[in-house]
């Protein structure tokens, strides 16, 4: 990633500055938990799948009053406190920072675990899925969660829509089965079908807002070299990008990426709280060291694992 200016804060917080381009990338931590019942299925389950029954009150609160879920569903849903996480902390940005936002697009629904929280702070939420099945459980689960959303049968890289930086979309593409934590590295090129270029280069197309669910074990290094990549003949004004470590129980479990005016970020104020809280570091030692070695010098070692790959 080149010359990299990073800064570290006590709360489990990194920022990275890539020095080919100015686009601020901090990496954090959101730590839950989450009981599992480990009970009989009273459905029917494919083996493969039944140890996601034990988790069915973290993925939906309401689960035992009538949730469906088809069989990708059980492992590929956002759980309820994680998507409730995200909702809240997406309305709150835009109410503390009051952008007009007009609209949140859901691009991959899927069965509604994001879209049924995200419709609970936004009024007008359109979800999109080419799966008619996930639509109708969406459809099912959220008169459970007394919610009503507008829905689209349609492939998120085919929809028509003009470019609105009022827009936020939020995008958990499918990573291709339950074996993609198998790999060392996850590519999001030629393990994610549509891959992220793809994926981005549409998003980037409707508007600068964009949170993206992706696996645990991607590159850092691939993630923000794309963003970059598909970004940058937009006319964009400094954003940020923000990469968020969803841990649960102790583990971590997938990542969260947020770009744009819903990132707060302000590098100045953040590089004089490091230097005050590091005083044996200064910006032109930070910028010397390179970014691995500072990283293990700070001992955080799960950032380190994670920008090695």
């Known amino acids: 990633m080149g010359q990299q200016l990073i800064e570290y804060f006590p709360l ?28 009989t299925p009273t459905i029917q389950l494919k083996k493969k799948i039944r140890k996601f029954y034990h988790k069915r009150h973290f993925l939906f609160k309401k689960f035992d009053e009538g949730i469906v879920l088809d069989e990708e569903s059980w492992y590929s849903v956002v759980p309820e406190e994680v998507a409730s996480y995200v909702a809240e902390r997406l309305h709150k940005r835009i109410i503390d920072q009051k952008i007009p936002i007009k609209q949140v697009i859901d691009g991959f629904c899927g069965s509604g675990g994001l879209a049924i929280q995200l419709a609970s ?8 899925d080419l799966d008619p099945v996930k639509l109708k ?21 085919l929809i028509e829509h003009e470019f609105d930086e009022n827009t936020i979309l939020t995008l958990c593409p499918p990573w291709g089965g339950l074996d993609y934590f198998k790999k060392e590295v996850y590519d999001l090129e030629k393990d994610m079908t549509p891959c992220l270029s793809d994926i981005l280069r549409k998003a980037f197309s409707i508007s600068c807002n964009i949170v993206l669910q992706l696996p645990k074990n991607v590159s850092i290094s691939q993630l923000t070299t794309l963003i970059q990549q598909q970004s940058q003949h937009l006319n964009f004004k400094r954003y940020s990008l923000e990469i968020e470590m969803i841990y649960i129980n102790n583990q971590i479990s997938q990542l969260f990426v947020y770009f744009g005016q819903i990132v707060k970020c302000n590098y100045d104020a953040e590089i004089d709280c490091i230097l005050k809280s590091q005083t044996h570091l200064d910006r032109k030692t930070i910028k010397e060291q390179g970014l691995i070695q500072t990283l293990q010098k700070l001992e955080i070692h799960d950032q380190v694992n994670l920008l090695k790959q």
């Not at 459809?139 to 890289?157: G, P, S």
């Open 137 to 157: 459980n969406l459809q099912a689960n959220a008169v459970i969660y007394q919610r009503t959303i507008e829905t689209q049968l349609n492939n998120f890289l």
């Open 12 to 39: 489990n917080t990194l920022m990275l500055i890539n020095g080919s381009f100015p686009m601020p990338v901090m990496i954090t931590k959101k730590l839950f938990n989450a009981h599992h019942e480990k009970t």
């Open 121 to 128: 702070k936004f009024d007008n939420l359109l979800c999109i």
